[in-house]
């Protein structure tokens, strides 16, 4: 049940990141998580550059499975900002809280930094609500070690 719940909670923080007019589907969002970028995303880290993703060539990224994961620059950057963002989440009783207030503060676009805001608010929405239905459900930190599989 934790693995569950630590597994949509990412989905759901992660959805802005790939949010489009047409919605994304919560296996293409595990897919930015899951999906390893060979390195890249570790050496944008270690520049520490600005990042901006095109949500356009993300979205055909994680589609496209004839790409190995070197060629894949949009999901290394969506997996980086990730990591930026959720170094400065922790989660306060049932709620996940952001310390950030600015994008400009973690090197981002102010576009993505926004839909990381919103998928953060809208995930806390829904914690309210399965916490309705089951009290004793635990929810897992941000840890350190998730933080690190992001840089594979």
């Known amino acids: 049940m934790k693995r569950t719940i630590y597994l949509w909670l990412v989905c759901t923080l992660a959805f802005a990141c790939v949010k489009s007019e047409d919605g994304m589907s919560q ?4 897919a930015i998580r899951a999906t390893k970028t060979g390195g890249e995303t570790k050496r944008l880290m270690m520049k520490n550059e600005y990042i901006d993703v095109d949500l356009e060539k993300l979205n055909k990224e994680i589609n ?3 790409k190995t994961k070197y060629q894949k ?3 290394a ?3 980086a900002v990730l990591y930026r ?7 306060e009783g049932d709620q996940y809280v952001c310390s ?14 926004k839909y990381l805001m919103d998928g953060q608010k809208k995930g806390n929405e829904e914690i309210k609500k ?3 239905k089951d009290p004793n459900m635990e929810l897992p930190q941000i840890t350190p070690e998730y933080l690190q599989a992001l840089l594979q």
């Open 130 to 132: 399965m916490k309705a």
């Open 64 to 66: 496209d499975h004839s």
């Open 100 to 113: 950030l207030k600015s994008a400009d503060e973690i090197n981002i676009s102010d576009k993505f930094f």
């Open 77 to 79: 950057k969506a997996r």
């Open 85 to 91: 963002f959720y170094n400065h989440v922790r989660l």
């Open 27 to 30: 296996e293409k969002l595990e």
């Open 73 to 75: 620059p949009e999901l």
